[in-house]
């Protein structure tokens, strides 16, 4: 037992090295996730009805974002095969053709400001709850641009696994954002107070100082040289066509399944306040979990590419299963506090809320944490699997499982739900079968092997004799 822990803790592919690149990742976007769970504590201290209506405009803002993000984002394996394959040269005008998408994208999006109220009106939340979802969908849409901007530059970053970086410009976001939420959400030091409004410039303004810090790092002396990240600056029609044709599929998928998640949101709330601010707390609470498994997935992705970019599919599959071992060690333990300790979770919302109104949500909120403690074991295997088909190329497959499965076993079920009136237990059971079911499609894909033979970039390697798909054994443990 000890020898197999050492052969899959050791060497390339290995835990170690999982975390070593993954690490960085994790706490960035636990990061992210803080900022977010502090911004909503924030809002929860001022009123229940802002912080209610943060969740469903952050996740309607997001979702219409997450198309370009997930395409902007694809990047990251364009880096790492170009890595993996020795082409340096051809990594600067990748992550160009990501920053030009982005450009456009964040044109696009401000198109979305006239069409707010139409959006939340259709919701049909408790009318002060959708005044505060329309101010604050207005703010981070007309920010969106920052946000995927520093996105496709960061993937410069993640793909070549500079990891460290990425997580320190993001702590000075987190900083940022935290700070500026104090001081706008309250009108503190002297600033306005904006309340959820100032939650949004707080966001979007954590967007630009990433975008920035990460600007100064990509134009650096050595990146120019190396990797072409001036010389790169202009748009190649055949490299851009593939960051579309396997970026978009990414894109698309994120945001029907962001999509499809708004939805849910939207029928939750439906049932009536209390259900839709208790979900919000848990959901919030559930990111904690997450967020971090997302920065684990984006590492596996590099991890996979420049593996594939060397023609060695068995150190992708060795580095699969080593982040499932990680990804599972940490969401057994997370599982088991959202289990045992919901109230720990909870205990920050109740810190100045007003204690009438957090009594009315955190029982149910308690409830609903034993649902994330079950389904978020099944999570972990839904971002490790589609992450390492992603790294190799397969994001149809990936697109046309999580959406297919997102509306047949979530969207639709939930919309019969509402409509029949069965209760918020009812829908959240429905959201958790469907989380297991599309966590076994993506592993048995996995296990038929046949992103083994994918690639991105232009040459696709012939597959060694000995590349077939197998499940971990103390042969692939070592390496």
């Known amino acids: 037992m000890n020898e197999r822990i050492r052969q899959r803790w050791n060497g390339a592919g290995g835990c170690a090295e999982i975390l070593r690149v993954g690490l960085p990742l994790m706490l960035s976007t636990g990061m992210h996730t803080l900022q977010i769970f502090i911004d909503r504590v924030f809002l929860m201290w001022y009123s229940s009805d802002q912080m209610s209506a943060a969740m469903p405009a952050g ?38 053709q990501s920053i030009l998408f982005a450009l456009g994208a964040g044109i696009v999006m401000l198109n979305l400001v ?7 009106n259709w919701a049909g939340h408790d009318p002060t709850i959708r005044r505060y979802e329309i101010i604050y969908f207005k703010v981070l849409v007309l920010g969106a641009a920052p946000m995927l901007l520093s996105s496709a530059v960061s993937t ?15 702590l000075v976001g987190t900083a940022v954002n935290i700070a500026l939420d104090y001081c706008l959400i309250f009108g503190n030091f002297g600033f306005p107070r904006w309340e959820i409004a100032g939650a949004g410039v707080a966001t979007v303004s954590a967007s630009v100082v990433n975008l920035l810090l990460y600007g100064i790092l990509f134009f650096r002396r050595d990146n120019r040289r190396q990797y072409a ?38 029928f939750l709330g439906r049932i009536d306040k209390a259900a839709l601010g208790a979900s919000s707390m848990a959901f919030q609470v559930n ?3 997450f967020m971090p498994m997302i920065g684990l997935g984006v590492a596996l992705s590099a991890l996979v590419g420049q593996a594939l970019g060397k ?14 071992y990680v990804a599972f060690s940490y969401m057994i333990v997370i599982a088991l506090i959202f289990w045992l300790l919901p109230e720990v979770m909870l205990w920050p919302y109740a810190l100045h809320a007003d204690q009438q109104e957090y009594a009315s949500l955190a029982p149910t909120a308690k409830i609903l944490l034993r649902f994330v403690a079950f389904y978020c074991l099944f999570d972990a295997g839904n971002i490790i699997f589609a992450a390492a088909l992603k790294g190799a190329g397969d994001t149809r497959f990936v697109m046309i499982m999580a959406v297919s499965l997102n509306w047949l076993l979530m969207v639709i079920p939930t919309w019969v739900a509402s409509r029949l009136g069965v209760g918020l237990y009812v829908m959240w059971t429905i959201f958790t079968a469907f989380v297991c079911v599309l966590a076994g499609a993506f592993l048995l894909r996995f296990l038929q092997g046949k992103w083994q033979m994918m690639r991105v970039i232009e040459t696709a390697p012939a597959l060694p004799m000995n590349a077939i798909p197998e499940v971990p054994t103390l042969e692939i443990d070592a390496g």
């Open 287 to 289: 990111m904690l979990a």
């Open 311 to 324: 023609n060695n599919p068995q150190l992708a599959r060795r580095s699969t299963w080593s982040a499932c």
């Open 156 to 170: 410069f970053f993640t793909g070549r696994k500079q990891t460290w970086t990425v997580l320190w410009v993001n």
């Open 59 to 96: 996740i309607m803002s997001f979702t219409f974002a997450s198309f370009f993000l997930g395409t902007v984002s694809y990047a990251n394996t364009f880096v790492a095969q170009y890595t993996g394959a020795n082409q340096p040269r051809r990594v600067g005008p990748a992550v160009w």
């Open 114 to 120: 006239p069409l707010s109220n139409t959006i939340f």
């Open 229 to 266: 990240s001036v010389r790169g600056a202009k748009l190649d029609r055949k490299l851009f066509g593939r960051l579309m044709r396997y970026g978009l599929p990414n894109g698309t998928q994120f945001m029907l399944e962001m999509l499809a998640f708004s939805l849910f949101i939207t």
